[in-house]
């Protein structure tokens, strides 16, 4: 898709002798400036947003992340940090070209202490390799993006991640009891450490920088808190008639006190697709479906996953399977979490949103989705975080017909309005990044927007560090185009 | 100028309430709904004024940080500005996260009005299990838990310390049969033929002379330290290394202190105390004065 930003027409070519630099920094074959090199860094997991950048550097020590990050400024080079390029919010695009720093060769596992729960970890490591390791020593880091395989820590903590499991287990945030990270300036900073205290710090810098979203520095290394992996786990799945059904049932769900680990819903239309597909488990078509994942010591577990049947008998559940049998569990997180890739095969393009509602708004915020995408024959489905009331639509479009792109932006401008008037927001665990700053205003104040820039005031006034995103207007205005901001 | 109106939700399990109601009002409230803010805290007070007392930090072994469970402010800034920051959902990366920001910073940067709380459902009265044991046996409990789920099971796990015993005691809710589980596992779990009690405990106090936040395996041994030399008692998060100390001999201690903290900060950690000044880095100084300077252009 175009770029509507003015940011795009701001680009600032390479100066001379800057890419000789990088190169004697981190060796020539980690400085990428061919444009077919440059293709797999011109967007991210949404693929709505295209830019190629100038450079791709990849650095392979904190070191040489600060060497770049110092080198950059002094070119006045805008800088895009990009870990798994999985987001879906069009955060690690080049929209003002400058140079891509990929953060993919810090990926040492530094320190596993299962004494004091901790993992030191550099910030290129993958999310599920860590949880590998960490089943070693039976433990393991809740947060659990779809994109696990191939996103890095990096990038979860730089978006705030969340996932299926943390309506019990919490999101990102509650898990980052440090942080490394090479600021603006080039100058390299730790907030807190594995104690997860304030290391002599008066505010809590690093509230800021988890979900910063690359706008205040390039995260270089993590402490993260661990937990004993919960025991036994009894999965759920069942079908009900109606939205309405099965989200009242997920309210009732949600207060027993096991804490259900994960409460997923798949709407009718999902569910149809799944079960047309290669990947079909056994669901009932043309209903909703919702999992419900419980987890607990082996001698509780079972007492509480019978307690749910329970509560979905009551709402008027069908087709009701309660399994402990991993390779059924598998089987449905497999349909679940693939159904976004199942929609990237039946449809050219995509376009997710990630609003997050009270639960008792859903079903309200539901019915206006489909009718106004019904209305314009615009094909949407959704299958969400029923717990945490985080609720993707996905709509199915082609962008080459100008007409259906002018339609899905108007749709999802109109989903996050009324997101927000039934007071929601506009993400829960994608990030804002190009695809949601219009959206912004609907949310914040004037006065809550100005305080929102404050903190690129105080951390990347100039705007060089993922200029384009998160807060309009955040244009990197370098010496090369006549004037520095 | 824009604020949160006062709303309780029930079925939401989410509430907003002026930033001045103690625990035990939020809990008064909301219980005919079997519901409860989970966090185990001295009633009496705000979930603010622990915040401002620098007890957020762990405050259940279940539930998490205590600013974890608010999810959104009404916030005045210094100019007398009234904004929202965070929201009422349990899931937010809309922007930066200003609500913890401003929650956890000790500088005051403004005043918070009312806060949206995360609710859960109250599966019983918290029951407890004690019993007297030494450091070393306290300490390896603390390890067995850490490779059993029924870490996720207890919502608190608290250490007392005295000069004449340490105290480990678990706190539980549920039903009886989950009562009658958890105690089998703890016979077999404490490697001692100690009694294991059933007794009450009230929530740590906020008024003490230091709030340490170390390693887990070190908060025992150093919270045993201070008592053993300075006297007074500390209360103890044992999975999370965090504790309050108190002792009226705590002036004397300030070496003490100022050594402990220097360990604290080594980690990634801390210790407040009113008797040991803190002072603001120059770089905190720099981005503050920045921030403040964005702030107070919403004024003018």
């Known amino acids: ?485 | 100028m824009s604020r949160f109106a006062p709303f309780y939700d029930p079925a939401d399990m989410t509430a907003c309430f002026p930033a001045e109601a103690s625990v035990a009002d939020i809990n008064a409230r909301v219980v005919e709904h079997g519901l409860f803010f989970p966090l185990w805290l001295e009633e009496s007070k705000s979930p603010l004024a622990h915040i401002r007392a620098g007890s957020h930090l762990p405050a259940s072994h279940r539930f998490g940080a205590l600013a974890d469970n608010i999810l959104g402010l009404n916030f005045r800034t210094a100019r007398g500005i009234s904004v929202r920051l965070g929201n009422r959902t349990i899931k937010n990366c809309t922007g930066f996260d200003l609500a913890h920001f401003v929650l956890n910073s000790r500088h005051p940067l403004g005043e918070v009005t009312d806060v949206i709380l995360r609710l859960r459902a109250l599966p019983g009265p918290l029951r407890w299990f004690g019993c007297q044991l030494s450091p070393d046996r306290i300490e390896q409990f603390r390890r067995e838990l850490g490779r059993s789920p029924w870490w996720h099971i207890f919502e608190a796990v608290e250490v007392t310390v005295r000069k004449e015993s340490l105290t480990l005691w678990i706190g539980l809710r549920g039903k009886e049969e989950i009562q009658i589980a958890a105690r089998e596992w703890l016979n077999s779990a404490i490697p001692s033929s100690l009694p294991i009690e059933e007794t009450e405990l009230n929530g740590m106090a906020l008024d003490c002379d230091a709030t340490v936040k170390l390693l887990p395996s070190e908060g025992v041994e150093q919270a045993w330290r201070l008592v053993e030399s300075f006297g007074g008692h500390a209360r103890l998060h044992l999975t999370n290394g965090f504790f309050r100390w108190s002792s009226p001999n705590a002036a004397q201690a300030t070496g003490e202190l100022a050594a402990l903290r220097n360990r604290c900060i080594e980690n990634g950690g801390h210790l407040l105390s009113p008797h040991l000044p803190e002072k603001l880095a120059a770089d905190e100084a720099q981005w503050l004065d920045r921030l403040e300077q964005a702030w107070e252009t919403i004024a003018s």
């Open chain 1, 1 to 485: 898709m175009a770029s509507l930003l003015t940011p795009s027409a701001v680009r600032s070519p390479l100066e001379t002798g800057l890419v000789g630099r990088l190169r004697s920094l981190c060796g020539p074959r980690h400085v990428l400036t061919e444009p077919e090199e440059l293709l797999a860094y011109d967007s991210d997991g949404l693929t709505l947003y295209h830019h190629l950048p100038d450079a791709v550097v990849i650095p392979g020590s904190a070191e040489e992340v600060r060497q770049v990050l110092e080198l950059l400024r002094v070119h006045h080079m805008p800088c895009v940090l990009r870990g798994g390029g999985t987001s879906l919010s069009g955060g690690p695009v080049a929209v003002q070209g400058g140079v891509v720093v990929h953060l993919s060769r810090l990926r040492k596992i530094v320190r596993i202490d299962p004494m004091d729960l901790y993992c030191e970890v550099e910030a290129g490591v993958i999310l599920a390799d860590l949880n590998r390791e960490l089943a070693r020593h039976g433990l393991m880091y809740p947060p659990d993006p779809s994109s696990a395989p191939s996103c890095t820590l990096g990038g979860t903590v730089a978006e705030n991640a969340g996932g299926a499991h943390c309506f019990k287990y919490g999101v990102t945030s509650h898990y980052v009891l440090g942080l490394e990270v090479i600021l603006a300036d080039g100058t390299p900073r730790r907030f807190g450490g594995p104690a997860g205290g304030w290391r002599g710090d008066l505010c809590d810098w690093r509230a800021l920088m988890v979900g910063s979203e690359g706008l205040l520095g390039a995260f270089t290394k993590f402490w993260l808190r661990l937990v004993p992996q919960p025991g036994k786990v009894w999965t759920l799945r069942c079908a009900f008639p109606s939205i309405k059904a099965a989200l009242e049932c997920v309210l009732d769900v949600v207060r027993h006190p096991s804490i259900p680990a994960a409460v997923e819903f798949m709407d009718s239309r999902s569910v149809n697709m799944i079960e047309e597909s290669p990947a079909r488990v056994g669901l009932r078509r043309d209903a909703c479906v919702i999992i419900v994942e419980v987890d607990a010591p082996e001698v509780l577990a079972e007492g509480f996953a019978r307690e749910m049947e329970t509560i979905m008998q009551r709402h008027g559940a069908l087709d009701l399977l309660t399994t402990d049998a991993p390779e059924d569990r598998a089987r449905l997180w497999k349909a679940r979490k693939g159904a976004g890739g199942l929609l990237g095969q039946i449809s050219p393009d995509l376009m997710v949103q990630d609003a997050v509602l009270p639960r008792t708004r859903l079903v309200e915020f539901l019915e206006a989705v489909y009718r106004d995408a019904d209305a314009v024959q615009i094909p949407v489905v959704c299958f969400f975080h029923a717990g945490d009331g985080n609720v993707h639509p996905n709509y199915l479009f082609d962008s080459r017909n100008a007409a259906e792109l002018e339609k899905v932006e108007s749709l999802g401008a109109r989903a996050m309005q009324r997101a927000v008037d039934l007071g929601g927001v506009l993400s829960g665990e994608h990030g804002i990044g190009m695809d949601k700053m219009k959206y912004m205003k609907m949310l914040f104040s004037p006065e809550e927007m100005a305080m929102q820039r404050g903190v690129t005031a105080a951390f990347n006034a100039d705007h060089r560090l993922n200029p384009g995103k998160v807060l309009e207007g955040r244009t990197f205005l370098s010496r090369t185009n006549g004037v520095h901001a």
